[in-house]
């Protein structure tokens, strides 16, 4: 497998990336740590006659308690343990994300915007062409729930559901200027596996912002996958809360790795508020976003088992998250 | 125990060991193979005109073939592109070349095909939902057939006090060795010439040659480093194609897979369906009845080994006073049928072990001594009446019963202790030759087979010299030669290489120093030892430099030259007992016994290994770390079978999983600690009592796991890989019903 060749950018403010953004109009990618986007050029996926490579804003780089820059790398967070302390679930999440190599390139933007993924998508050109193509690339159909206008590409990203527990917020530079939402709405609810974010043509993501108000909150991450060493989740289940006098407070539950995007839950956690959270709520909270998510047959995991998978890891996290002696 | 570096580690550490995907010459041309997008179907035209019209490309596709090779059909049951119909998914139907990569691919894409799509074969039990029977047999799907049988079965069976029947499934597995097929092929003033990766030289100039209607002395074959071979790399798979394009562009071609492109074109094992019955009277075995059922994929009639070889494997080392077997091999539309590490013993000796335990607990009694109570001994005879040789697998299960005892005294809940056993006829009646030179100051061990990543040439081989002549290893130089100048040798697979090439490479030793002592006048015992910087001859009377000893004659061969062959015999089995089909005899009779423990989630139904222990008659131990490393690599590998390894294929005959992220071989992280221990004594043909062991590892692995899961859960698994999934949905299953029934088919 080899790249088609490809003009490279390496623009180093945000506003020099606008003005190429400008000039490139929709021809291009955005490059930051490559580990999944180059992987998928070799495959023919997509594929844009431009790089855009961002490791020269410095704008996008370095983290800290309050900020994490998109550049940064998943291998620098990792070794910073008041991150690590404060951002239980975020802690796990950069722990299980590929290798340690992969995590020495991979960046928090790259994660967050990392490409959906399907059977029928991450082949090799030569095996998309024997089947037709399928909608999220070079062809009109979806071959995992046969028809023409969705696509079910699953988010395989784990920072993201770890970072919706944590509240987190994402700013954007765009061609038509600055703005910051909340993580989840990075992510396009309305959408499906190739129209899956809200960014608008060209908008960059500058910046995760994690509020003051949910550090020290007790959090978990559990990630479903074939070998614990290695792969992209088959799920991924974030869970977090503050605990006082043996009640939950700001409990915050997501899960990716199911769906086309990672998603809260608060209509299921809302309900618990200040409970004690014991075996039976679990089981029952578990239970109920189990059915709430609807993972297809698109990944290495059927989806009879990943559902079956959401209810015991949802039980899991969150018996894990609580304090000693809690949830009697 | 030595352990200084293998003479191969400094070249491999620092890129210097040239490997295929290292092949480049001046002008060379990259090609590219034009790959089926079509499981089965009728070829309504091949268009090359596109890719030939790109700047510098050359195409070849079936109606070629003829011009190219001068008339000549070279073997017209494989011819290397179909012109008519495609038989299995992506077989190449065209091939090109370029002056760069990109461009052989633009190129390959390019081409044209018509093909209308026709029905295709990927299961066979959508070929046989039922058991073939007399009119199956006939079918066209079936490409090869076996039975035997010995005893009156049926009456065995209508006296046994209990008869258990299960069917056990297994699925594809694939090599995945490190290195993906790659070579460089020329061809110029009639020579042809291929240098590739490959674990039998000789073999791929006889295969290629076949193919291609060439007579084998016109084709030279040079082997590269190999990258690791597992099977994958015991016959022609590119080369032939390559050295088309040679012939058509006049220009060396480098022909590379892409590890995607070796998961879809390898040739493996591929999936089998065993139903095994056994009839129980007095706790013993009285009759016993195996059923096989093995997808051949698009193999050519009558070359399939693979039913009547495994077959064997599943009666196994256990005496059987009656019974009958019988296979099939059924043709379909995946790729041929290749070889992978002791091709289909691990799932066989899954489905035998994992019933003979359940045999057991059927009629109470110990699975360990159940099994010790049917084992073959040294002089027993085996089902098809061969008598057993030196035989160390009752020891090795001995061994392998105390260690699980000692496990099992501080098992915590969740964990299971498991044992299996893997039984296996190592250094195969394929023959060979060696050559041995010896100067002043080294012996040069001239032969033809590459090392392939196990250490059985470079540090195999150097150890069988080091043993006979005293000489120090850094004094033994292993010489590659290609198939122009080395001595004959069939390759590097059977678990043969020390055993059998290892035999000649002795004799070639023996015949040396007795030359040797001939020249120094004595009829005792002579050795090599180095004195001074130069190499010595000692014997009772005294030393003498080898120098001395070389005459004029000797000095243009460049030393002191021997050779050494062995072609073993062949060992029979009793023919009366086989109806149709065949049957193997055995050579050296090796084996281990391993144990496993594990953990397994109950509500997840992850099975992780937590210790690994594996006890294996080697016959004797040549090579200490190599030994080792072969078992650990062996196990290693047979996780991956156990529990995540499996090639899935679409309805319509696709491989989803053709990557190295989607195809699950296991990682350091899945690997537990594995103690090796060997049984040494009981001497097998090879150099001073060795036996192979490069396949045996392997073997025992699903067996041992399968058991440890079933203790640690209660769940009787049939089918592999023990994923997660299938094991959850049987913990589940086992819930709602309190006495799991161990013969139920799945």
């Known amino acids: ?328 | 125990m030595s352990l200084s570096p293998r003479p191969d580690a400094e070249l491999k550490v620092r890129g210097q060991a040239g490997f295929g995907m290292d092949l480049e010459a001046p002008g060379m041309l990259w090609g590219a193979l034009v790959l089926s997008p079509v499981a089965h179907g009728r070829i309504r035209s091949v268009d090359l005109s596109a890719a030939r019209a790109l700047p510098g490309v050359t195409a070849v596709g079936a109606s070629d073939v003829g011009v190219l090779m001068g008339g000549l059909r070279g073997d017209a049951e494989r011819p290397p592109f179909p012109t008519e119909e495609v038989v299995h998914a992506y077989q190449p139907l065209a091939a090109v070349a370029a002056p760069s990569l990109a461009r052989a691919r633009e190129a390959a894409r390019a081409v044209r095909l018509t093909i209308d799509t026709l029905t295709s074969v990927t299961e066979i039990e959508s070929v046989f939902p039922d058991w073939p029977g007399a009119e199956g047999a006939r079918s066209s799907h079936v490409l090869a057939h076996v039975l035997a049988r010995r005893g009156e079965v049926e009456e065995a069976f209508a006296d046994a006090e209990l008869v258990v029947r299960e069917t056990y499934r297994t699925p594809g597995v694939h090599q995945v060795a490190l290195e993906p097929h790659a070579c460089l092929a020329e061809v110029a003033d009639g020579r042809w010439s291929v240098r590739t990766t490959t674990q039998t030289p000789f073999g791929i100039r006889e295969d290629a040659a076949s193919i291609l209607g060439l007579a084998e002395k016109e084709l030279l074959v040079e082997g590269m480093w190999v990258g690791g071979g597992f099977g994958g790399k015991n016959s022609a798979l590119i080369e032939p194609y390559a050295l088309l394009l040679a012939k058509a562009s006049g220009r060396p071609v480098r022909l590379a897979l892409t590890y995607r492109e070796e998961f879809l074109l390898g040739r493996t094992t591929l999936p089998m369906v065993v139903r095994l019955d056994t009839g129980v009277r007095n706790g013993r075995i009285v009759a016993r009845r195996v059923r096989l059922l093995l997808d051949g994929g698009a193999s050519l009639p009558g070359r399939d080994f693979a039913a009547g070889y495994s077959i064997g494997f599943l009666l196994g080392p256990y005496a059987t006073e009656s019974f009958e077997v019988e296979g099939y091999a059924v043709r379909t539309n995946r790729p041929p049928f290749g070889a992978h590490r002791a091709p289909l013993a691990p799932q066989c000796a899954f489905a035998l072990e994992s019933h003979m335990e359940e045999v057991a607990r059927r009629i109470g009694a110990d699975p360990v001594e159940f099994r010790l109570a049917h084992l073959w001994s040294e002089g027993s005879t085996t089902s098809f009446g061969q008598k057993v040789g030196p035989f160390g697998l009752p020891a090795a299960l001995r061994a392998a019963q105390r260690r699980a005892a000692a496990w099992r005294a501080e098992r915590v809940p969740g964990h299971g202790i498991g044992i299996g056993v893997g039984f296996w006829s190592t250094s195969v009646g394929a023959g060979g030759e060696a050559r041995v030179r010896l100067t002043p100051t080294e012996l040069v061990l001239q032969q033809g087979e590459r090392e392939i990543g196990s250490g059985s040439v470079l540090v195999g081989l150097s150890a069988v010299v080091e043993r006979r002549t005293g000489l120090p290893r850094e004094r033994i130089r292993v010489d590659y030669q290609d198939t122009s100048t080395a001595p004959f040798d069939s390759g590097v697979f059977g678990s043969r290489t020390v055993g059998a090439l290892g035999t000649a490479v002795l004799r070639a030793i023996e015949a040396l120093l007795s030359e040797v002592a001939r020249r120094l006048g004595t009829e005792g015992e002579v050795r090599l030892v180095v004195e001074a910087g130069e190499i010595h001859v000692r014997s009772e009377t005294g030393s003498k430099p080898v120098r001395e000893l070389l005459r004029p004659s000797d000095r243009s061969a460049g030393g002191l030259v021997a050779e050494g062959r062995h072609y073993p015999p062949s060992g029979k089995i009793d023919a009366s007992l086989v109806v149709d089909g065949s049957f193997y005899a055995y050579h050296d009779f090796a084996g281990a016994a391993h144990v496993a423990e594990v953990s397994v989630d109950p509500e997840t139904g992850t099975v992780r290994l937590e210790r690994y222990a594996a006890f294996h008659d080697v016959g004797r131990v040549v090579d200490w770390p190599s030994a080792r490393a072969q078992v650990e690599g062996g196990v290693v590998m047979g996780i991956g079978s156990a529990l995540t390894e499996e090639a899935i294929w679409s309805g319509d005959g696709r491989l989803v999983n053709a990557s190295l992220l989607d195809y699950r071989i296991p990682t350091l992280g899945e690997v537990p600690p594995i103690d090796v221990e060997f049984l040494e004594g009981f001497e097998g043909a090879g150099p001073f009592g060795a036996k192979g062991l490069g396949e045996p590892p392997i073997i025992p692995v699903p067996a041992a796991v399968a058991s440890a899961v079933r203790e640690a859960t209660g769940a009787h698994l049939t089918e592999l890989p023990l994923s997660a999934e299938r094991v959850a949905r049987a913990l589940k299953r086992g819930r709602t019903s309190p006495s799991p029934d161990g013969s139920r088919d799945r």
């Not at chain 1, 490409?115 to 029928?120: D, G, K, L």
């Not at chain 1, 949910?214 to 290695?230: D, I």
């Open chain 1, 1 to 328: 497998m080899h790249l088609d060749p490809f003009e490279l950018h390496r623009p180093s403010s945000v506003e020099e990336t606008m003005a190429l953004v400008r000039e490139l109009s929709g021809r291009f990618d955005y490059l930051a740590g490559g580990t999944d986007l180059l992987p998928n050029y070799k495959m023919h996926l997509n594929v844009k006659g431009h790089l855009v490579a961002l490791d020269r804003v410095g704008e996008l780089g370095g983290h800290s308690l309050d900020r994490l820059g998109a550049m940064a790398r998943l291998a620098d967070l990792e070794r910073d343990s008041d991150l690590r302390r404060e951002f239980p679930a975020l802690s796990d999440a950069l722990d299980s994300v590929a290798t340690p190599l992969v995590r020495a390139s991979g960046t928090v933007g790259g994660n967050l915007l990392v490409e959906t993924r399907c059977f029928f998508f991450n082949q090799s050109y030569f095996w998309r062409a024997s089947l037709g193509f399928c909608l999220k690339a070079d062809g009109d159909r979806c071959h995992v729930v046969p028809q023409k206008e969705r696509c079910y590409a699953t988010f395989s990203g784990d920072l993201a559901p770890a970072l919706l527990v944590s509240d987190a917020e994402v700013e954007l530079a765009g061609p038509s200027g600055r703005r910051r939402v909340p993580l989840a709405e990075l992510y396009d609810a309305s959408g499906d596996g190739i129209r899956r974010l809200t960014l608008a043509p060209g908008e960059l993501l500058v910046a995760v912002h994690l509020p003051r108000s949910a550090r020290g909150r007790r959090g978990r991450y559990l990630k479903l996958r074939v070998r614990p060493s290695f792969d992209f989740p088959e799920l991924g289940v974030a869970v977090a809360a503050r605990w006082q006098d043996g009640r939950a407070t700001e409990l915050r539950l997501a899960v990716g790795g199911a769906e086309t995007f990672p998603r809260r839950f608060d209509e299921l956690t809302g309900p618990l508020e200040g409970s004690a959270l014991d075996d039976a709520e679990l089981r029952a909270l578990g239970e109920a976003v189990a059915r709430a998510v609807r993972p297809v047959h698109n990944t290495f995991l059927l989806p009879d088992y990943r559902r079956r998978m959401v209810s015991v890891y949802v039980r899991r996290a969150l018996a894990e998250a609580r304090p000693p002696g809690a949830g009697a």
